[in-house]
């Protein structure tokens, strides 16, 4: 079983920053990539931001100059720093992560799997 819990999220006034962090844990052999999408009342699930291990940063067009994303592989982890929020912001933030799980060690078995957080909830508000 691979799990990964967001947390981090919160209310703010408009301009405000905040920083979402998530942790992936299991029988985790390795982490392809990871990454933030928000669900708004609505509106389909949109990327915010990705990154694949040892590559760059993929943004969506509302992220791209406000948020960053980082990883951290050795905890499998991944960050969302938020700044200069505005209220089209507000939504429920899921994690994402594709990693390779091991299935045995002899012999050696892997086995790609995909696995979403329960998400965080992200206010922006006056």
């Known amino acids: 079983q691979v799990h990964v819990v967001e947390s981090g999220g919160g209310s703010v006034q408009p301009g405000g920053s905040l920083r979402l962090s998530c942790a992936a844990s299991?029988?985790?052999?390795?982490?392809?990539?990871m990454g933030w999408y928000r669900q708004a009342p609505g509106n389909q699930r949109e990327l915010v931001a990705s990154?694949?291990?040892?590559?760059?940063?993929l943004y969506g067009d509302r992220a791209q100059g406000r948020f960053t994303i980082s990883m951290d592989t050795a905890k499998k982890s991944v960050y969302l720093q938020m700044e200069n929020l505005e209220p089209e912001d507000t939504g429920v933030y899921l994690c994402?992560?594709?990693?390779?799980?091991?299935?045995?060690?002899?012999?050696?078995?892997?086995?790609?799997?995909?696995?979403w957080g329960q998400g965080t909830t992200v206010t922006v508000s006056s």
């Open positions: 994402h992560a594709e990693t390779m799980i091991e299935l045995s060690r002899a012999p050696h078995r892997v086995q790609f799997l995909e696995v």
């Open positions: 299991g029988n985790i052999y390795s982490v392809n990539a």
């Open positions: 990154m694949a291990t040892g590559d760059s940063a």
